[in-house]
């Protein structure tokens, strides 16, 4: 059975940082595209970046580039979404997925049709 599970989130004052986390069990996350998704209240699920099995894409949405970003530890099957100078807009829940089709490429997919398995969430709020 396949499980993941996102925590490091929180409450963090603008121009803070936050690490999210992104392991799993019953999959290794290596051989797999990994996204990170985020949903605001009263606004659409986005995706924010991903990270293709092997090492030769990583996506990053417009309002994110240069502060956020993506990594892997294959060594404890995780996934990191890395968080700088957060902003209130980055307030949202936050989700990992898996895209089982894109194992062994170069390549993630940035839309979320494309992804399998989903995390539970974890609660980033950005406030003063």
């Known amino acids: 059975q396949v499980q993941l599970v996102e925590s490091g989130g929180g409450l963090v004052q603008p121009g803070g940082s936050l690490r999210l986390s992104c392991a799993a069990s019953?999959?290794?996350?290596?051989?797999?595209?990994i996204g990170w998704f985020r949903q605001a209240p009263g606004k659409e699920r986005e995706g924010v970046s991903c990270?293709?099995?092997?090492?030769?894409?990583?996506y990053y949405v417009d309002s994110v580039k240069g502060r956020f970003t993506v990594s892997r530890d294959n060594a404890v099957n995780t996934v990191y979404l890395q968080m700088n100078s957060l902003k209130p807009d980055d307030t949202a829940v936050y989700y990992c997925a898996v895209a089982l089709y894109y194992g062994q490429s170069f390549y993630c997919p940035r839309g979320d049709a494309n992804y399998d398995y989903w995390g539970q969430g974890t609660q980033v709020s950005v406030s003063s």
């Open positions: 019953g999959l290794t996350l290596a051989d797999y595209a």
């Open positions: 990270i293709s099995s092997l090492d030769g894409d990583r």
